[in-house]
């Protein structure tokens, strides 16, 4: 695989120095236009040590304006960091639109040097990659531009190359043990390499191998291949802009047509019986009961650092927030936190619209509430179309990579899905614009949302269908009465707890 | 002082009852108001081990909606935290304008704690309180709520109070060995309390004694105090707004004679040999040998980790991205990073003004260079009349004693003002707009702020004068020279970090 990036390239200086100026000049101006566009571009180094990483993004940086760079690197996770889950880390230092992000030793760091140590297997190797895979698209798809650069040298010329290194008052700092060590496991550190380039190269993110030993060379392959990229990525998502208003045109069209034909499709939610209601004792019992477990639970939880994400859906007036009160009574208030979810501010719309909801991880042993989630994505933007059908399509497995990511953690996760009935809504609609301390909660949306109720009955339907799994499944809440459905609520989370806290005996 | 809550208030369970529903409905109603007001809420709770700190937070939060407060509660810093000044943690955590943050073990903690086991003096405490002290009042002037609960138990009420804990199965995991320890210190948490009081109840931010012994009755009155308090400031606030409205006026009528009678003045500016200049030989030379040494020294001080913090002001066109640019050069990219300052963001404007610096403190050992900072307030701000008189005023102060945190710390801070004369920044201006791909920074705004140059140079002055501390000095850079300016730059920071890093050698 690397047979083209050790044909000893080079760059005389004189040829460097007459492309230098304009090719300087325009990655400036190609910044100054990247302000103004809406992806951000993030671009990532790895390869062999000694092949120039460092000193290329140097190099980037000193060329461009590096106000508008954000470069990182990653060492050993902080305390705040390995709490959560592994990729918070990655998604809380992304570059916001029209920003570059310049990543060394990212995401690719641990499988290639836990599989060259012979610390993962091949199979897990690839299991890794899967989810460096899925990052990358996620990213992707929502219009980041990805490019990634394998800098290359010979075995023979990363010897070279560190003992130079070496020889260099100024830059012997650089050449570290590890640099040995890993020069001596050439072949393991080639071989992982080449499995990772295989399995990651995808056209929304493929590799460049450069070959790393002229620094004029490498220097311009790479800046070249920049400026090209974010060129033709900006002249692509230009054309990509103006097909999108087209077909949501042509959509809008379609549309009243299938909205027509859904009313008649039957409905995980129509197979809910709706009619299921606790009275005011057996509510006061049972919810004393369950909060009482729920307490006990959440505090084992705690001391365990084992965290809880909770989400809450519903039709509008479905009672989330009185769920939600009842079951954060039993929980000290320094441990949860209840995040509402309205629409994102400017630094959340700068960003991938999942971000928003990763920088909300809480660290280990607490609670987090999610009044409205992401889940917005397949609900409200799909119904109002604020996103194109290919956007909220594809949510559907990000969002099940999202939560995987926190089940794989150790994160219990209940995602809660209210319901009641038309006529039930109806009915407290009007008691709340009757209520003077109600009426804040009413607005014309809600008048306008209810509309729409056949279209939002079929986005649950699907929602529940595409993004129940066995690890975290929806529980379908019958909210026709209050009472039932907040008690319903706090067991199925001390279930959970519980099914979590003695999963993790059995392990131990 | 805390005689008066040692009387064993009570309110019967009737009483109680018979109050509490218009109660809340009133604290939700508030609250919903509180939503679009223009400050933050911010509730403190200290006080004996006992006396119902968690569970008064806990109520507030049933009470009322927890998606509009944010409750926090300190452990031991995290490692992110500790490699930062000692508020940043607070910092981080305060609410938005329209929330409520409550606020357990705040920075009230340590200095209590601290002071009850001996481990600092008297003198030590109260120079901690000073520090509270100092903070709170920032945030009060912008605007900041602060409420401030005391709860209280008499020795003998505190022991009573623990056993029954012990007792209550549900509650006898709260009781933990520290608050017997502490109980049997009471005289001496008790003689630091009321040091603590004395010296941080001031108008802005009181303190109320609460008796703590019946929960009923210090829930009344606690609840009572957070509506009749956010009821009053948010009356006061519209007030004052309208009068700041009316001073705006008026001081605009007044602002043009002052401008006439500044320009005579002679200015610390005035002062500077504007001549000063370097041949390109010296300069290639110059900043060669600045830069090597800049190198190594950084590197040195992120071995120990002393961070940097660089701030550039400067004249528009004085070529602050020039000099910024030839001193990163020196730094590995991914040690430093470059904060451009502009407008502030959505979230950031609903924060202190200073939030929006301190969230981008860096970890121990990084380099952080602000391209324009928080001298906006006394610069910008006060010119363009964009804040009031007597902000600007006081951001003085606060801005001392933001840097003064982050010297304690041990972070390296450099402040340069780049000045250029008029006639050199007519020079600039021309050639920019001639050079095509320098247009994009010579905007309309600059030939605006050029009409104001007296304004401006007047501030510059009274700032350099005002804010230049021994601890954090100003350095004015003669820029009519670039090449001048970035020499001057770079060994300034270089001496800066070897001054730093040889008084730490000293010490150890």
Not at 131 to 152: C, N, P, S, Y
Not at 449 to 476: D, F, I, Q
């Amino acid at each position: 695989m690397f047979e083209a990036a050790e044909l000893g390239r080079k760059i005389s200086r004189e040829e460097f120095d007459a492309m230098a100026p304009a090719l300087r000049t325009e990655l400036l101006d190609l910044q100054q236009r990247l302000r103004e566009a809406d992806f951000p571009v993030v671009i990532l180094f790895a390869g062999v040590d000694g092949a120039g990483k460092n000193e290329t993004v140097n190099l980037l940086n000193e060329w461009m304006d590096p106000r508008w760079i954000v470069t990182r690197a990653y060492g050993d996770p902080s305390d705040e960091e390995s709490e959560r889950p592994e990729y918070w880390r990655f998604w809380r230092d992304l570059p916001p639109k029209g920003k570059i992000g310049l990543f060394l030793s990212s995401w690719y760091h641990h499988p290639l040097v836990d599989h060259a140590y012979g610390r993962i297997t091949t199979a897990e190797l690839d299991e890794q990659l899967e989810r460096v895979e899925a990052f990358e698209k996620t990213l992707a798809d929502e219009g980041a531009l990805i490019i990634k650069f394998w800098m290359h040298l010979s075995e023979k010329g990363q010897k070279k190359r560190l003992k130079t290194l070496e020889k260099d008052p100024f830059n012997s700092w650089q050449v570290t043990e590890a640099d040995w060590r890993h020069w001596e496991m050439y072949p393991k550190f080639i071989a992982a390499a080449e499995r990772i380039i295989m399995h990651t190269s995808r056209g929304n993110a493929p590799w460049q191998i450069v070959e790393g030993a002229d620094t004029r060379y490498r220097s311009a392959v790479v800046l070249n291949a920049v400026k090209d990229a974010i060129t033709t990525h900006m002249e692509a998502r230009e054309t990509a802009k103006s097909v999108a208003a087209q077909n949501k045109a042509k959509n809008k069209a379609k549309k009243s047509d299938k909205s027509a034909a859904l009313a008649s499709q039957p409905s995980i939610l129509s197979a809910l019986d709706m009619t299921q209601s606790l009275t005011k004792e057996q509510y006061t019992q049972e919810l004393q009961e369950q909060r009482a477990r729920l307490a006990k639970l959440y505090r084992k939880a705690k001391d365990k650092g084992v965290s809880t994400v909770l989400v809450f859906e519903g039709s509008d007036a479905a009672g989330k927030g009185g769920a939600i009160r009842r079951l954060t009574a039993s929980l000290n208030a320094r441990d949860y936190q209840v995040i509402p979810v309205a629409a994102p501010t400017e630094e959340e719309r700068a960003q991938h619209y999942l971000w928003r909801f990763w920088r909300y991880m809480a660290r280990a042993g607490r609670v987090t509430v999610f009044d409205r989630s992401w889940y917005g994505r397949v609900l409200v933007e799909r119904v109002e179309g604020f996103c194109s059908e290919e956007a909220w399509r594809r949510a559907y497995h990000e969002i099940c990579d999202f939560e995987e990511q926190m089940v794989a953690h150790g994160i219990v996760l209940c995602k809660f899905w209210l319901h009641i009935t038309e006529a039930e809504q109806l009915l407290r609609f009007n008691t709340r614009s009757e209520i003077e301390y109600k009426k804040w909660k009413l607005t014309d949306e809600d008048w306008r949302n209810r509309e729409k109720w056949g279209e939002y009955e079929h986005a649950v339907n699907e929602m529940v269908e595409r993004t129940s799994t066995s690890n975290a499944p929806w529980t379908l809440i019958e909210a026709n009465s209050k009472l039932f459905a907040r008690v319903k609520v706090v067991r199925t989370v001390a279930d959970a707890l519980e099914a979590a806290l003695s999963k993790g005996k059995k392990k131990a």
